[in-house]
C-alpha cells in the first residue's frame, strides 16, 4: 500500500517514502502519515533519531500537484502544515537518504534535518516560481543562511536544477555514496547517533538551532500566507494547467 512505512529498530525511527509509482510524489495521507509519526516520535522515548528516506533511486518528486492543488486553506489542521511545523519543530536528530529525484519539499525538508546524505547524480530543484509560487518550508530564511543569498536566489528565483556534487559542495550533503551504498550508509549514521547520550544529543541540538527559533517561525507563517494567496493567481493556475498537460 502506498504511503509512509514506518520501522522502529534501536532507536532509529525510518520514515519510509513508499509511492514509487509516482516517484514518492507526497500527496495529502503521506503529509498526514509524516506529521502524526514525527508528534508521536517527538516524545516516544523508545525514538532516538529519524531516518527520512526513498528508495536508493528516488528519494521524492516533490508535492503530488492534483492532490495538493485540492487539499484546501493553508491552515494549522492541513496536512502539509502540519508536517511543516512537526518538522520545523522536531527536538531529535534526523537523517535523510537521498537519491534519484529531490524535488521541492524533497529538497526544502533537508535544511531542517541534521545530516543529510545522497547520490552524485541525484536532482535537486526548488521549482516554486516556475509554477507561481513562492518558497515554502523556511526555504526562504535558511538557504540563504547554508549558501549565500546570491547562490540561494540562482535556485529560488531561477528554479534551476542542481546535482549530487553541487548539493555536497554548498553544504546541503554531508557526504556523496553510490546508490547501492546510500542507505545502508545513512542507517549506521542513525544508529551512531541513537547510540550516544540522548540527552547531550537533544541539547545539542536544541543550542545550535535556538538562535534562529523566532525568524524560522515567522518565515515559515509568511510564506505560507504568500504561497495560499499565489496559489489563487492566474500565473498559478496557469502553471499548473500547463504542468498537467506536459504529464
Known amino acids: ?9 534501536d532507536g532509529v525511527l525510518c520514515l519510509t517514502l513508499q509511492r514509487p509509482d509516482k516517484k514518492n510524489a507526497l500527496n495529502l495521507l ?18 532516538k533519531v529519524v531516518l ?13 500537484l492534483q492532490d495538493f492543488m485540492g487539499g484546501g486553506d493553508l491552515n494549522q489542521q492541513h496536512p502539509t502544515v502540519r508536517f511543516l511545523y512537526q518538522l520545523a519543530e522536531f527536538p531529535k536528530p534526523v537523517v535523510a537518504a537521498v ?15 541534521e545530516l543529510v546524505y545522497a547520490t552524485a547524480d541525484t536532482r535537486f530543484q526548488l521549482p516554486f516560481t516556475k509554477l507561481g509560487l513562492c518558497p515554502e518550508a523556511a526555504s526562504s530564511l535558511l538557504l540563504p543562511q547554508l549558501i549565500g543569498y546570491h547562490r540561494a536566489c540562482e535556485y529560488l528565483l531561477l528554479a534551476e536544477p ?21 542507505l545502508a550508509f545513512a542507517l549506521a549514521k542513525a544508529h551512531q547517533l541513537a547510540a550516544m547520550p540522548t540527552q547531550a544529543i ?6 545550535l538551532k535556538a538562535n534562529q527559533q523566532e525568524a524560522l517561525h515567522y518565515t515559515l507563517r509568511e510564506e505560507l500566507n504568500e504561497f495560499q494567496q499565489l496559489l489563487q493567481s492566474d500565473a498559478c493556475q496557469q502553471a499548473v494547467q500547463q504542468f498537467f498537460r506536459k504529464k
Open 1 to 9: 500500500m502506498a504511503g509512509v512505512e514506518q520501522q522502529l529498530q
Open 202 to 207: 537533544q541539547s545539542s541540538k536544541r543550542l
Open 52 to 64: 527520512l528516506q526513498g528508495q536508493d533511486d528516488c528519494f521524492t518528486a516533490g508535492n503530488d
Open 162 to 182: 542542481f546535482d549530487g556534487i553541487a548539493a555536497e559542495r554548498m553544504g546541503l550533503v554531508n557526504r556523496l555514496l553510490p546508490a547501492s551504498e546510500l
Open 99 to 113: 537519491a534519484g529525484l529531490a524535488i521541492g519539499i524533497g529538497t526544502t525538508a533537508l535544511l531542517h534535518c
Open 30 to 47: 503521506m503529509y498526514q502519515q509524516l506529521a502524526d509519526a514525527l508528534k508521536q516520535a517527538a516524545v516516544d522515548e523508545q525514538v
